[in-house]
């Protein structure tokens, strides 16, 4: 009775779809180009910090930091930055490299809540997100034009890893960009608490004043991870070729050792 | 003399060479995937706008302007919006959908200056960049949690064109995000020139007071492609389900006829 309906493809049906089946990877790759996107590294960030650990939650929160922007070879033209000197700013958009997994969930849990409160993932600037984007606001130190990379950025306050790729650089515009009264959400309700940073001579005289100064003031920031209170543990800070080392009491962080230049880094 | 330089592989070296080149398509999207990034939509925006005509040449610059942002299936959870009514702003990096093609050019021509000044790509916010990322900052109008596609976020002052894929959503931060005294370089030098417009009561009668106020301010930033200036030429510019034409004389924009719902768009 219900013969008609059996599945039987004929012939030419099923040529061509032997035909297709060759081909389908190209289709797939197609299919899944049109909808998303792909970018490519055109710069690459050079910053003191080696890993993740102690980086700054946000831009600007450490102006003393230093950091360069390095083009990739096909974009170390002079001419693809004229007209940069006018600025003062600059907005990155990298990549959270070292989280390049992407978000698992809709919400994330903030440190500056304590890390136990839920918000929406696009009520905050996690890294965990779906598409590992991340956004800087950095000031412009200065442009070198002589470097054996062509023209280097030099830029103060960035809040990225060493070695991030970078996909676009775009001058910060004041009309469009600046808005000084505007709510920051649950960002102004909990201000940042900064430690009391203490680095003993000894240790304090292996810096130069300018790294020194972006040291400690990162230190401030409480690089520990959130949760961690536990004044007898000893932490460890990579930052340039160094490795910091320090404990936290009672809101004081104390810095007991520089161990100076890592093997093989030197 | 030289024939222990001639290439003469072995048969391990053959048959290996023969192995791999079954694998080489996956070998080398593994490559490009490893230095390239794939980033997918995770909204689309809804715009008046359904050309590039006439569209702000910033965010910001018609505030008047009304859109939505419609998040992908994936991602139409209330959750991921938790905490977002706290901010006033929030950042949009998206697609330059419509030039997908990228930079071909280390300089641009910006239409502030006229479009005949060549700038950096770098030093502007040109859509013919190396990666199509544009970056807005628009002004919350408020969530609608309540419709068919999940919630929905109401966005004043967009640049955005119908349509356009978005890869992220970012709350604004003032404390990292304004700098209401930067120096915006070529931008400050040269003062947006704006149109007297006039739009005949008959044709403002076949408006919403609002959607009248975000057309006549859009009208005023001059939606002419840069260079032409015929006052003879009637221009359209497409807005909403509407057609506007208009003629440019003397600093001086005129409607002259809403040519109405445009067919098969009603």
Same mark, same amino acid.
């Given at each position: 009775?219900?013969?008609?309906?059996?599945?039987?493809?004929?012939?030419?049906?099923?040529?061509?779809?032997?035909?297709?089946?060759?081909?389908?990877?190209?289709?797939?790759?197609?299919?899944?180009?049109?909808?998303?996107?792909?970018?490519?590294?055109?710069?690459?960030?050079?910053?003191?910090? $080696?890993?993740?650990?102690?980086? *700054?939650?946000?831009? !600007? %929160?450490?102006?003393?930091?230093? &950091?360069? #922007?390095?083009?990739?070879?096909?974009?170390?033209?002079?001419?693809?930055?004229?007209?940069?000197?006018?600025?003062?700013?600059?907005?990155?958009?990298?990549?959270?490299?070292?989280?390049?997994?992407?978000?698992?969930?809709?919400?994330?849990?903030?440190?500056?809540?304590?890390?136990?409160?839920?918000?929406?993932?696009?009520? $905050?600037?996690?890294?965990?997100? *779906?598409?590992?984007? !991340? %956004?800087?606001?950095?000031?412009? &130190?200065? #442009?070198?034009?002589?470097?054996?990379?062509?023209?280097?950025?030099?830029?103060?306050?960035?809040?990225?890893?060493?070695?991030?790729?970078?996909?676009?650089?775009?001058?910060?515009?004041?009309?469009?960009?600046?808005?000084?009264?505007?709510?920051?959400?649950?960002?102004?309700?909990?201000?940042?608490?900064?430690?009391?940073?203490?680095?003993?001579?000894?240790?304090?005289?292996?810096?130069?004043?300018?790294?020194?100064?972006?040291?400690?003031?990162?230190?401030?920031?409480?690089?520990?991870?959130?949760?961690?209170?536990?004044?007898?543990?000893?932490?460890?800070?990579?930052?340039?070729?160094?490795?910091?080392?320090?404990?936290?009491?009672?809101?004081?962080?104390?810095?007991?050792?520089?161990?100076?230049?890592?093997?093989?880094?030197?």
């Amino acid at each position: 009775m219900r013969a008609e309906r059996t599945c039987s493809p004929s012939a030419e049906c099923r040529l061509f779809y032997a035909k297709i089946q060759k081909y389908w990877i190209f289709f797939s790759i197609f299919v899944i180009k049109y909808i998303n996107m792909e970018i490519h590294p055109i710069a690459h960030f050079v910053s003191p910090f $080696t890993s993740k650990f102690g980086i *700054p939650k946000q831009s !600007g %929160l450490v102006e003393e930091l230093e &950091g360069e #922007i390095v083009f990739e070879p096909a974009y170390r033209q002079a001419d693809a930055l004229r007209g940069l000197e006018g600025f003062d700013y600059l907005w990155l958009i990298w990549e959270f490299s070292a989280n390049r997994h992407g978000a698992v969930s809709p919400v994330v849990r903030p440190p500056l809540l304590g890390g136990n409160t839920r918000l929406g993932v696009f009520a $905050t600037r996690s890294p965990f997100r *779906p598409n590992p984007l !991340g %956004l800087s606001c950095v000031k412009i &130190g200065g #442009i070198d034009y002589a470097t054996p990379h062509g023209a280097v950025i030099k830029v103060l306050g960035a809040d990225l890893m060493d070695g991030t790729p970078i996909y676009d650089i775009k001058p910060y515009i004041v009309y469009a960009d600046s808005h000084p009264d505007a709510r920051s959400g649950f960002v102004d309700e909990h201000r940042i608490q900064r430690l009391q940073v203490e680095i003993p001579d000894k240790i304090a005289a292996g810096f130069a004043r300018k790294e020194l100064e972006a040291l400690r003031k990162t230190l401030e920031l409480d690089p520990r991870p959130h949760y961690q209170n536990d004044p007898e543990r000893v932490y460890g800070m990579p930052f340039g070729k160094r490795d910091i080392r320090f404990q936290v009491k009672d809101g004081r962080l104390v810095v007991i050792e520089n161990a100076g230049p890592k093997p093989g880094k030197a």
